[in-house]
């Protein structure tokens, strides 16, 4: 009878082991396999090209992008202006697909992707109606026709003003000088191209402008983790460019300082080390989090601006402030933080910030290796019992 328990306890301790080795490696397969289906491109990784030519990074499998022109101005088509080309990638074990469809006076960039529809589903929506406004949301679901708004970024206000107090950044003790309130001044119709870097990768260049060419923005798309003008661009994140050229002051020892405001209904927390810089992608940058009980994004900037070609630290200032409202019983939080870029004085200023998000623990471990985890906790669960077994049986061989 002995015999037989012992027999039994081996059997039960050989059958967890295969267990643990094989369920692991079915599940990558499977995970490899569901990447092939539907003609999304082998194993590899190679990438396809997509049969939509209008407005479009990698969709699925070609789907062209819902851009409708809603007031005729945005250039559609083409091969080499105002279109992507559709590319797909690997992201680990799951395939992440950017989308982008836009019109004169918007775009819509939404990165998804197909194994998790929830935290790493994004929307990047890009406005010039009253005033540059960028917003980041959060997609529910795959299919969604609308996101869960994350936070807003507005870019609001140019000034030249005299740095009475000499800190070298504006504050609200410095007088302004002149301003130019860039939800009052028009922008050219957004234009969308095409470029490649030296090693090959395509990415696509959002770019607007005042019709004096005095403010400029310029966004940077990527499919593919890229290398850019000495900068690494995720699909996570876009890079934006604010340029400013020749802007007419009024003073010979004013300098100029560019206001953005961050709206959010979470919390903001200011940060010296961007997630980026962790990642070990980025370095010189400091940024802002922005962070709900479930999801981060994040709004980071370079610490360096180049003004004539010459590069020179940045100086920046955030403001924030919290309301607290309340619905009935349920409170509700939105914050506003102001960033001031303080620039030095100069022809051409250019700055290069970004907007992304964070990826969270639940949203990054593959399916495949929480089947991992799993199958270690069902294992010591097997080599516990096991040695229970035996003492038992030892205790009862003493008596």
Known sequence: MKTSKKTIVVFLLIFSVLVTCLVPSVFALEGNGYQNKGGQGNSSGTQQQGSGTTNQTGGYGGKQGAGNNQNGSGQQGGNDTN??????????YQRRFTLMDGAGNYTRIRSQCRNNATQESFEIFFTIDNGPTLQLSYIP??????????????VEQLIEYNDINANGKYDHTDSIVSSQNLSNITFTNITYTNSTTPEGKTFTVIETHTSNDLFSILIYLVSEKTMFQNTTITQKEIKIDFKITNYPFMNQTSQLALITQIETPFFINPEQNTYDEIQGI????????????????????????????????????VLTQTEQTFTGNNPETYTQSQIIFSYPRGDTIIHDPKIGVIELLGGVIPAVLQYEYLSIIYLLACIVSAIIFYGVVYYRKKR
């Open 83 to 92: 279109s992507s080309e559709g590319h797909q990638y690997r992201h680990q």
């Open 141 to 154: 679901t795959l299919n969604a026709s609308i996101g869960e708004r994350h936070f807003s970024l507005i």
């Open 282 to 317: 980025a370095s010189q940058e400091s940024g802002l989090n922005i962070s709900s009980a479930t999801r981060s994004g994040f709004f980071s900037w370079a610490n360096e601006v180049i003004v004539d070609n010459t590069t020179y630290p940045v100086n920046v200032t």
